[in-house]
Nanobody, 128 residues
């Protein structure tokens, strides 16, 4: 069992930055793929970025490359999402999620249905 708690959301002006954190409790944090998803009002939940258990492999949705950086600290059981150059269209509730890899590739792991554990979400609002 893994419990996830996000923090770091808030209101920021366009071109600003935010750093989201997701603290995990439970065993074997380093065994889990960790990912950040977001959901805007009236839209589906989509992946933003993901990171392998060791941190050696990362994935970004195309539009986030260069602006967002995912990282993790396994000693602290925490995963981060650094968001720079924020745009109003980045406004959403951001969720962290965990799943075991089972040899799956990122093209498969983009699907939210594969994640067993979710945080409660943190609101990010970007004003123009």
């Amino acid at each position: 069992q893994v419990q996830l708690v996000e923090s770091g959301g808030g209101l920021v002006q366009a071109e600003g930055s935010l750093r989201l954190s997701c603290a995990a409790s439970g065993r074997s944090f380093s065994s889990y793929i960790m990912a950040w998803f977001r959901q805007a009002p009236g839209k589906e939940r989509v992946i933003v970025a993901g990171i392998s258990g060791s941190g050696a492999s990362t994935y970004y949705a195309d539009s986030k490359k260069g602006r967002f950086t995912v990282s993790r600290d396994n000693a602290k059981n925490t995963v981060y999402l650094q968001m720079d150059g924020l745009k109003p269209e980045d406004t959403a509730v951001y969720y962290c999620a965990a799943t075991l890899p089972y040899g799956r590739t990122w093209s498969v792991l983009r699907a939210s249905s594969l994640y067993n554990y979710w945080g409660q979400g943190t609101q990010v609002t970007v004003s123009s």
